[in-house]
């Protein structure tokens, strides 16, 4: 990775203009010059590794019209959240693979949504040999793990085997990823050598640790704190924080960052990823905003500056070419 500059990585493949965790949204997303790509990997019944953002698949999918799936409408408790829908887990991943992806924020990006129901959903060996071929990384995400331990997942295990699988086990281009901190200490005992990195949310507790630890569970908030840190850096190789946490807005929701915990983070040789940059204004923070609703660009560029100021380790974008002109411009 050139030190002047963070690493560009396609959030979900390109899904500013393509539905994401599909093969035109990864693809897209490449050609626009991205370093790495980002697929969430979520298991099928028979443990097939799939790419899609939840485990609950009725909006990203086509599976709500398809009549032969109709009696797998359940409803489930996810990281604590009763969910009502399609769940891959309780689908084969063959039965998957005959889906058809469908863009999440139609009403915001209805240009992606031009392209629903036109490629089937990806497996994560599909996105590493996608990857490969381009030339580029993979930032891999492993989600709600301990929900699906509970289900008998051990998905640490099954990310091992995928990736031994496809070879890039040892690829030096691969990190991987999670808001649990418990299924990246699992990946360490399992020998895993990629980098980990711990994601953070703006506010809340590791859904992990609530479960173990109930109301004792450490909090977001106290990852990001000197002593925090001290223990991050014993454990993982990088943090990835949500974009607002270093942005620091002030009261007229104008960026008052960076914040000081990425120098602190940085001094403990910690990398530090900040996720998702994004145009369109219901992203943005206010201060940020233009006039012409939800869905229009607002001054993304004057936002993303201070991210760039950061001397960050790298972004995650939904915009691949947008990203790319910023932060490597």
């Keep these: 990775m050139p030190l ?104 915001l990006r209805p ?21 490969r071929a381009g030339g580029v990384g993979v930032v891999l995400e492993i989600k709600h793990a301990a929900t699906f331990a509970a289900q008998g997942f051990d998905m640490a295990a099954l990310v091992r085997d995928e990736l031994r699988a496809a070879d890039w086990l040892d690829d030096p281009a691969l990190v991987i990823e999670s808001f649990e901190p418990l299924v990246l200490a699992r990946l360490r005992d399992l020998g895993i050598r990629a980098p980990l990195v711990q994601l953070i949310e703006s506010d809340g507790v590791p ?45 007229l929701g104008r960026a008052r960052g960076p914040a000081r915990f990425v120098a602190e983070a940085q001094a403990r040789g910690l990398r530090v990823f900040t996720w998702t940059c994004r145009p369109e204004n219901t992203f943005l923070l206010p201060g940020y905003r233009r006039h012409g609703g939800r869905a229009v660009f607002g001054d993304f560029r004057a936002e993303w ?10 972004v995650f974008v939904d915009h691949p070419d947008l990203g790319v002109e910023v932060f490597a411009g």
């Excluded at 797998?72 to 058809?100: H, I, M, Q």
């Excluded at 240009?111 to 990857?131: G, I, K, P, W």
């Excluded at 640790?209 to 990088?238: I, K, N």
């Excluded at 500056?305 to 790298?314: M, W, Y």
């Design 207 to 251: 859904w992990d640790l609530r479960e173990r630890d109930g109301t004792d569970a450490a909090t977001y908030a106290s990852m990001l704190t000197p002593a925090g840190l001290d223990a991050l850096a014993r454990e993982v190789d990088g943090i990835s924080p949500d974009k607002r946490l270093i942005l620091n807005p002030g009261r």
């Design 305 to 314: 500056a201070v991210l760039r100021e950061a001397r960050l380790d790298g």
């Design 111 to 131: 240009r992606s949504a031009a392209f629903d129901d036109t490629e089937q959903v990806l497996r994560l060996r599909d996105v590493l040999d996608l990857a």
């Design 4 to 107: 002047n500059r963070p690493l560009i990585i396609g959030h979900r493949g390109a899904p500013g203009y393509r539905p994401e965790h599909s093969a035109s949204s990864y693809a897209l997303a490449i050609a626009s010059g991205v370093d790495a790509v980002e697929p969430d990997v979520v298991p099928a019944k028979d443990g097939v590794l799939v790419v899609r953002h939840e485990n609950e698949i009725g909006a990203t999918t086509d599976v709500s019209t398809r009549p032969e799936f109709a009696a797998r409408r359940t409803s489930k408790v996810v990281d604590g959240e009763r969910l009502t829908g399609w769940f891959v887990e309780d689908f084969t991943g063959d039965e998957l693979r005959t889906l058809r992806c469908r863009e999440r924020i139609p009403a």
